[in-house]
């Protein structure tokens, strides 16, 4: 397990250096730059402004000086907001962000594994029939679609109550965060509970459980020890590229919504060709699904015995 | 002297697909504590069916118990959870299954499966249970039990876990212990322990064992009375020298041709049965194996032959047996006077 958790976390720091590598090659040919924008810089200014960046030198200088700067955890300054850091944004905005996308997460987990089961449990009869159709719509409708429905059933729902059951848009307190992450874990929920079903309907026939049900083990018991716990396996392993799905997710839900999350500012930042400010979100994001996904992995590695002994 | 199991009559059925499957059609079987009884017969033909609908482990739907009857020590229980207080799965009776290894929960440690079953039909703490556990491996014979206790089934043999199986089965110490192919995946030295284990511990306790087997040398070895299955329904039921050495039914005839003998001379090839078992959609409204039968008459063709009494204890099903059937029936076991003891259209 230890060279296995070493091996994982080698591989992570690879990942995000081919993202930051990739990351900068890429900005580096798009065409135009912040600097020539409309609202133009004198020419002194201009030189100072490429002498601060150091992009008067050639690439692979620049290519140095930026990794340099990164390892020591400095983003840089935004070329379009004034004196403001990267870091600063990040620090900032990340935390909404991620609140929102953990509250989504555990939407999603939870909601995905119990009505999974529960299909599973009630397989080929109504409420199994009534949780899939809602997770093929769940799975085929683009979540903007639900940003747009839930917002006017809100509105409908606090015009017919005649107060605010739960705010339409905006950001401060829990009640703001319930609909954007229910509308952002929705998708993931959707597809943690088809692979759920399928994954209890294999233990719900399995060996073991025919096995519990002969040493005379109570239904209940057998479904929290021998169905839950074999079951949910495979959908932790999807954790990792879920939790990377509602990130990127977020982009457009933090939008519909007017949350000031990160991904605003990273949408905005790519609209204004913002180098640092594209560069430092995309390698912050990088690095932290990569983060994520490791700890996904060891989490299942240390509940999976035949991977945490090996 | 009642049998501690006693089943009678049972029928089972399952809807599929295709229709519905008759997998039991009148089964009738005892089991006399201390003693083993193996089930043998060609695949298919519901010996794991017909143990799994008395014990309620079959899937219900589409599994369907439609008539029948099985009481243990007198006292009815088909298809209840309890008898007299005591659950009947893995108190009263133990279950062993043919692949150990797909039969245990691959995420639990082995200590903790078998202590599960104290902690359910004891009560006992889960620290008693398990240091319980503990003794249990060592009773089956699996060293440095209190290490191995920790350990998860995928780091044991195939032969360990089947012991691991059978202290679990035997925890609460069950008057009967049903062993469904316990060895058919294990290789022969492998085989020979277990089968030598299970023996001593029903020397030990005094339980009845129901041994499921396609194997007639495992039978020779280890039981005392056989019944031999064949599509849904016993045809033949003795003491092992009466199966051995009096065969009475042209199936258990067909079934020792096909078994590998050490000491058949030249002439002993082995014969497989030819044909296959019928269909158990619609079984025949005759006897089942008259298809391949090579002494079939017409009267097989449309009457399923009753239970004849041969002996004490020996039944078997087949026209043959009948008082008025005259003709030679080489080979076979044949009382003159066997009578009829049910008659079915
Ligand atoms: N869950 C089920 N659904 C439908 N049919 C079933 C089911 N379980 C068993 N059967 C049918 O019941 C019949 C008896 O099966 P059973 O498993 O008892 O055979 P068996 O004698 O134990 O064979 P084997 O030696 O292969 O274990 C078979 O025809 C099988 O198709
Ligand atoms: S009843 Fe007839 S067909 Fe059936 S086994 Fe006996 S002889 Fe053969
Ligand atoms: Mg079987």
Redo the contacts between chains.
């Keep these: 397990m230890w060279s296995y958790t070493v091996k994982r976390i080698l591989q992570g720091i690879i990942t995000v250096w081919f993202i930051a590598t990739a990351t900068f090659l890429a900005m580096h040919n798009v065409p135009g730059d912040p600097l020539s924008s409309d609202r133009a810089t004198n020419e002194t200014i201009r030189a100072n402004l490429e002498a601060r960046y150091g992009l008067d030198k050639p690439l692979l200088e620049q290519y140095f000086v930026y990794m340099g700067n990164m390892m020591r955890g400095d983003f840089g300054i935004s070329f379009t907001q004034q004196n403001r850091e990267v870091n600063d944004i990040i620090r900032e905005h990340f935390p909404v962000s991620a609140t929102l996308g953990v509250l989504a997460v555990m939407f999603a987990a939870l909601g995905g594994i119990l009505m999974g089961a529960l299909t599973a449990l009630y397989r080929n009869r109504l409420p199994d029939y009534i949780i899939m159709f809602l997770v093929i719509m769940g799975i085929s409708v683009p979540s903007f679609v639900f940003a747009a429905l839930g917002q006017l059933s809100l509105v409908n729902l606090n015009a017919m109550m005649g107060f605010s059951v739960l705010p339409v848009a905006g950001w401060g307190t829990v009640s703001h965060m319930l609909l954007p992450a229910l509308v952002l874990g929705l998708g993931t929920m959707a597809y943690l509970t088809r692979l759920m079903r399928s994954s209890m309907l294999e233990v719900i026939s399995s060996d073991y459980v025919r096995t519990a049900r002969a040493k005379g083990v109570p239904a209940a018991r057998i479904f929290t020890r021998h169905q839950l716990r074999n079951a949910v396996m495979p959908v932790i392993t999807v954790l990792g590229p879920a939790i990377a799905s509602i990130t990127t997710g977020g982009f457009v839900v933090e939008l519909v919504f007017a949350v000031p999350g990160l991904g605003r500012y990273f949408v905005q930042a790519v609209q204004q060709l913002d180098y640092t400010v594209i560069m430092g979100t995309t390698v912050f994001y990088g690095a932290f699904l990569v983060f994520m996904v490791i700890l996904v992995d060891l989490v299942y590695g240390w509940i999976d015995p035949r991977v945490r002994l090996k | 002297m009642t049998a501690l199991l006693e089943v009678s009559n049972l029928h089972v059925e399952f809807d599929t697909y295709g229709g519905i499957v008759k997998a039991l059609r009148g089964v009738d079987f005892s089991v006399e504590s201390g003693q083993t009884l193996a089930i043998v017969g060609e695949s298919g033909s519901g010996k794991s069916v017909a143990m799994q609908s008395v ?1 309620g ?1 079959i ?1 219900m739907p589409p599994g369907r118990i439609t008539a029948g009857s099985a009481k243990l020590r007198g006292k009815e229980f088909l298809g209840q959870r309890k008898l007299d207080g005591k ?5 009263e009776i ?2 062993i ?1 043919q ?1 150990a290894m ?8 082995i200590g903790d499966q078998i202590a ?2 104290l902690e ?2 004891r009560g006992y703490s889960h620290a008693k249970a398990f240091s319980r556990a503990i003794e249990l491996l060592d009773m089956v014979r699996i060293p440095e039990a209190a290490r191995r206790a920790r350990q ?1 089934p ?2 044991f043999s195939g032969g360990m876990l089947q012991r691991v ?1 059978i202290a ?2 035997i925890a609460c110490k069950p008057s009967l212990l049903i062993a469904d192919e316990p060895t058919t995946a294990l290789d022969v030295t492998i085989q020979a322990q277990i089968l030598d284990l299970l023996q001593s511990l029903q020397k030990e306790t005094g339980m009845a064992i129901v041994l499921i087997t396609h194997d007639l040398s495992v039978v020779a070895r280890m039981a005392d009375r056989v019944a031999v299955m064949y599509a849904g329904q016993i045809v033949e039921s003795g003491s092992v020298e009466d199966i051995f050495y009096r065969s009475a039914h042209p199936y258990t005839l067909g079934l020792k041709l096909a078994m590998p003998s050490h000491s058949g001379g030249e002439d002993h090839r082995l014969r497989p049965i030819p044909g296959s078992p019928p269909d158990m959609f619609s079984p025949p409204a005759g006897c089942a194996y008259c298809e391949r039968c090579d002494r079939a008459m017409r009267v097989c063709q449309s009457d399923n032959p009753p239970i004849f009494t041969l002996d004490e204890g020996h039944f078997s099903r087949c026209w043959q047996q009948h008082p008025q059937h005259t003709g030679a029936s080489e080979g076979l076991y044949k009382k003159a006077t066997a009578h009829i003891d049910e008659v079915q259209a």
């Design positions: 014990t482990l899937p659950t009947i799965c893995g108190d133990g279950m299954f692949d797909s039969s245990l929960n691959p995420t639990m440690c599960e079953t359910v039909h998860f995928f780091e199986m679990t089965a």
